[in-house]
């Protein structure tokens, strides 16, 4: 299943579920692509009715849509569209709360669908594991939506990672640190959901913008893989804090028994035993930033802002900025893609326009895609095995082998 190839798909055919703020995005940007969106899934009509708009003032055909029949409509589209009467559908793109995540890609999958899915895909190992089987079982694709790993910096760091430009990597470090305290109270869009996980849940909630480039420099499941993870947690102070200060001290949100420690600090260590540092804040006032660092034998590379060192080309014990170096090795696929995302507003920065580019061309080139299955479910799995570590006082846990041992190829 490591570079999985299937028939290329002339047009692919796509459905969409979940077409809220997220997944407003992913439609108005599919809309822009080589595709056929025959199907929209949401339960809220006004949602529904937005996403379908975005399709038609995009000059294409109004969609089915769907959702009216409650929180498992998304079965009845894909029924629908699948009978011998259906249009078909080649590809699910699924953009719902976490919960999810699962029950709708096995859904899909299981009806011989390829699924592309929000960030995690999974938040237990359980249903990781659920996820690989089903995709190995049907041979069809599953990715992980990891916008960030087709950022134009993440993918220059990825090409000149390959290049060898910084020598053997040894050590990585990413984080998602975003400030989201405002969604408390705010009963719209993932303030519906989101702060709960922070009432059950104490460890790294959301990984995969940190984790996922540095992977990827590192070539985790291309002779690696990640292997054992230490995790810690500093006490949950800040969500209160906030309620407190912008709601007011007797506001329901402000007598929240928040558990999820305000930082989480992971640390993973590799079969190859190098070492990958993944934390996780969206609680204190810190400006945004996903660390993306990565260090090799003869240099070193920072995001946020971007810069670079390198042993006989960098002035000695000091940063150059990244951007010096675009010339020489921004990616092919930002040359290529890069003036189209470019001009599309709200997709931070382009990479969601080319993420999705992306996709849809490795379907219709019938070619491997840049994500696997096992990318998305070994980022993912850092939520629950951090919280496993937190709650045994920083204990190492192993990380499941999710290739069965491929990764060696």
């Known amino acids: 299943m490591l570079g ?26 599919l809309a822009r692509l080589e595709v056929d969106i025959v199907a929209l899934c949401d339960v809220d009509a006004q949602a529904l009715a937005a996403g379908t708009k975005l399709v038609t003032d995009a000059g294409r055909p109004a969609p089915q849509g769907f959702g009216e029949g409650g929180d498992e409509d998304y079965l009845r589209m894909l029924d629908a569209l699948l009978t011998a009467d ?7 793109i699924i953009a719902t709360p ?13 009806r011989g669908v390829h699924v592309g899915v929000e960030v ?30 087709y950022g134009r910096e993440e993918m220059m760091a990825l090409n000149l990672c390959r290049a060898g430009l910084l020598g053997e990597l040894t050590h990585g470090e990413g984080a998602y640190i975003h400030n989201l305290s405002a969604q408390l109270g705010s009963g719209v869009s993932e303030g519906l959901w989101r702060p709960a996980h922070h009432l059950a849940r104490n460890g790294n909630l959301y990984p995969t913008h940190g984790l996922g480039p540095i992977a990827q ?18 006490p949950a102070r800040g969500r209160r804090a906030h ?146 570590s937190v709650a045994h006082g920083g204990a190492p846990v192993a990380v499941p082998d999710f290739t069965r041992g491929a990764w060696r190829g």
Not at 13 to 24: C, E, H, S, W
């Open 4 to 29: 999985l190839k299937v028939d290329p798909i002339p047009r692919p055919k796509v459905a969409v579920i979940g077409t809220g703020a997220r997944g407003q995005v992913l439609v108005r940007l």
């Open 243 to 388: 309620a407190e200060r912008a709601l007011g001290a007797d506001a329901p949100e402000a007598k929240l028994d928040f558990i999820c420690g305000d930082i989480n600090t992971s640390v993973l260590q590799t079969a190859l035993g190098r070492t990958i540092v993944v934390q996780h804040d969206t609680t204190t006032p810190r400006p945004y930033t996903r660390l993306n660092h990565i260090q090799g034998t003869r240099g070193t590379l920072r995001g946020f802002p971007g810069r670079i060192h390198v042993v006989d080309r960098s002035p000695e014990h000091a940063w150059e900025p990244l951007d010096a170096y675009q010339d020489e090795f921004d990616h092919p696929v930002w040359k290529r893609l890069g003036p189209e995302a470019l001009g599309q507003a709200n997709t931070h920065g382009g990479m969601d326009f080319v993420m999705l580019a992306r996709l849809v061309e490795c379907l219709v080139a019938g070619e491997a895609l840049d994500m696997s299955v096992y990318d998305g479910v070994a980022w993912s799995c850092v939520s629950p095995l951090s919280e496993q």
């Open 217 to 234: 420099y590192m070539g985790v499941h291309a002779g690696d893989r990640l292997a054992t993870l230490v995790s810690m947690s500093s």
């Open 98 to 110: 976490w919960r999810w995540h699962v029950p709708q890609a096995l859904a899909a999958m299981e």
């Open 120 to 149: 995690p895909v999974a938040y237990t190992l359980e249903d990781c594991w659920r996820i690989v089987d089903a995709a190995e079982r049907e041979r069809v694709h599953c990715m992980m939506l990891e916008n960030v790993c």
């Open 86 to 92: 259906g249009v078909g559908v080649d590809l699910a």
